[in-house]
């Protein structure tokens, strides 16, 4: 793989991590003349949510912006017709290489490259490409910001859960997992925020999760004495 270069765009942060996404060497220059930002996106349907890379012509503005899959895609297979349209092949929504991408019919479901939500998602490249960037300075500097985000089915903020469909994404960083029904991810038992698609991701954050993690304190109500 000599020569092989690969594009890392900082998308900014959304539902609580900073986003990242992979662009082929030849479609880098898009920097130059784009602007890039971190998009999420929920399913009406109670199909969970993902966080797409949305990007537009910095003299044009963001009103004529589009997803970075479908410019890309039209940048180098044509347009995109109507009914149809443009998925990632591994599942990773924010790995935006050409050959990740594929186009198919609205009402046929993608099937998932095997092993996409199992441990063999770290061999992706997606995954070893962030997993090589250094800490982000507001995780370091700012920890409260870094807790995973909550979302209703209108994909609406929540400042913290409510009754009602809401989603956690997955804490550790080249994870881009988002829950797809109620309390799917296991949380944190210690500081009881931290959400996690599974052990695997779990135990590979907890290197840098363990330096903000703090035990959840009973709230005064609980602690109180029961009046006799």
Not at 183 to 212: E, N, V
Request: hydrophobic residues 30%; aromatic residues 8%; contains cysteine.
């Amino acid at each position: 793989m000599a020569g092989f270069k690969l594009g890392i765009v900082r998308l900014g942060r959304a539902a609580g991590k900073t986003k990242y996404s992979l662009l082929d060497e030849r479609d880098i220059p898009l920097v130059e003349n784009y602007a890039f930002e971190a998009q999420v996106e929920v399913d009406k349907d109670g199909n969970g949510a993902k966080v797409f890379a949305f990007c537009w012509e910095i003299e044009k503005g963001r009103a004529l912006g589009n997803f970075v899959h479908n410019i890309l895609w039209e940048r180098h297979c044509g347009g995109i017709a109507p009914g149809y349209k443009v998925v990632h092949k591994n599942g990773v929504t924010v790995d935006n290489r050409l050959e990740n991408l594929t186009l198919v019919a609205q009402t046929k479901p993608l099937k998932i490259q095997e092993g996409t939500k199992t441990d063999s998602r770290e061999n992706n490249l997606y995954w070893i490409a962030i997993q090589q960037l250094p800490p982000d300075p507001i995780d370091e500097h700012f920890p409260e910001m870094s807790q995973s985000k909550v979302y209703n089915a209108n994909g609406e903020e929540m400042e913290e859960e409510e009754e009602g469909t809401i989603y956690y994404e997955c804490h550790y960083p080249p994870c881009t997992l988002i829950e797809e029904e109620m309390h799917q991810f296991s949380i944190c038992g210690r500081c009881q925020q931290a959400r996690y698609c599974g052990t695997r991701c779990q135990q590979k954050d907890w290197p840098a999760h363990k330096k903000r993690c703090r035990e959840r304190r009973k709230n005064a109500v609980e602690d109180s004495s029961v009046d006799r």
